[in-house]
């Protein structure tokens, strides 16, 4: 699975919670850089928490 994979499916998903097109876009450039931050073809996959994360404020505790 590569990142235009993750990237489209990012979109995808952001489809049912009723997104709008930046709302999708934004989710899909996150989903992307998810996927290319680790090597492999699944290790960088996000999950649905993993992409809260991204708007955490700097310092906050995730675990």
Same mark, same amino acid.
């Given at each position: 699975? /590569?990142?235009?994979?993750?990237?489209?499916? /990012?979109?995808l998903s952001a489809l049912p919670a009723g997104e709008s097109m930046? /709302?999708?876009?934004? $989710?899909?450039v996150a989903t992307g850089v998810f996927a290319v931050a680790f090597p492999g073809? $699944?290790?960088?996959a996000?999950? /649905?928490?993993?992409l809260e994360t991204l708007g955490a404020q700097p310092g906050t505790v995730v675990r």
């Open positions: 699975m /590569g990142s235009v994979d993750v990237f489209v499916t /990012g979109c930046a /709302g999708r876009l934004e $989710r899909a073809d $699944r290790a960088g996000p999950t /649905g928490a993993g």
